[in-house]
């Protein structure tokens, strides 16, 4: 029944130490986005797809990548972790781009940064 | 600048109390607004959301929500909390602006004495 899987749950990674998280989701939706979630912080959008158009928030360090390969992944790249990169982080998706479509969420990967 | 703002950080309630949760927004336009509901170490799951019409809003697990323009706000309230209501709440506004997103309030946690 799950909709929007994430894996890992867990990631542990170096600091330094690329590392790749999974989003894949079974509801053929359109768009995907990757938000990062701080202990005890709302959800802050990283970027996001519509189709294959990639939409990157100002504020998005460098630091964060993202690929769809196609319509049900998606992966989010952090090419050189930092300890302040660890974090929840979620994948949503939605129909379509509009205002009021609802996001369906994965249960996230924590990711931990040693 | 838009914004999303919960007031209250933690809220503690008795099961069986009734609960009332803040939110208050920012931003210029007639604003779509969301309730998400965030368990311990899950992802988010929409609660209800206001686009127009009826200022009072029905939504999932019993919950309710009031959009008053004049105060700004759309609060969230429940007639009779269970100890499963436990969880994060997150108020949300969706914005248009290059691209149509979502900004998170920073979050009420809710705890549940039995």
């Known amino acids: 029944d799950a909709m929007v899987i994430q894996n890992p749950r867990y990631q542990v990674t170096q600091f330094g130490k690329p590392v790749t998280l999974s989003c894949s989701q079974t509801?053929?939706?359109?768009?995907m986005y990757w938000y990062q979630q701080k202990s005890s912080q709302a959800p802050k959008l990283l970027f996001h797809y519509y189709d294959k158009d990639f939409n990157n928030e100002a504020d998005t360090p460098d630091n964060f990548q993202s690929r769809r390969p196609n319509t049900s992944f998606c992966f989010l790249d952090i090419r050189s972790p930092g300890l302040g990169d660890a974090a929840m982080y979620l994948c949503?998706?939605?129909?379509?781009?509009?205002?009021?479509?609802?996001?369906?969420f994965g249960p996230g990967t924590r990711l931990l940064v040693l | 600048a838009q914004s999303v703002t919960q007031p209250d950080i933690h809220i503690t309630v008795s099961e069986g109390a009734s609960l009332e949760l803040r939110c208050n927004y920012s931003?210029?336009?007639?604003?779509?607004l969301f309730w998400y509901v965030q368990s311990p170490g899950q992802g988010l799951q929409l609660l209800l959301k206001?686009?127009?019409?009826?200022?009072l809003v029905q939504g999932i697990k019993g919950f309710e929500a009031e959009f008053k323009r004049s105060q700004s706000s759309f609060n969230l309230r429940k007639p009779s909390v269970h100890w499963s209501d436990a969880a994060e709440y997150f108020c949300a506004v969706g914005l248009k602006t290059s691209y149509d997103k979502v900004i998170f309030g920073p979050g009420t946690s809710l705890s549940v004495i039995p």
């Open positions: 206001y686009f127009s019409g009826d200022t």
């Open positions: 931003y210029g336009a007639t604003p779509y």
């Open positions: 509801l053929n939706h359109n768009v």
């Open positions: 949503a998706t939605t129909e379509g781009e509009g205002l009021g479509e609802t996001q369906y």
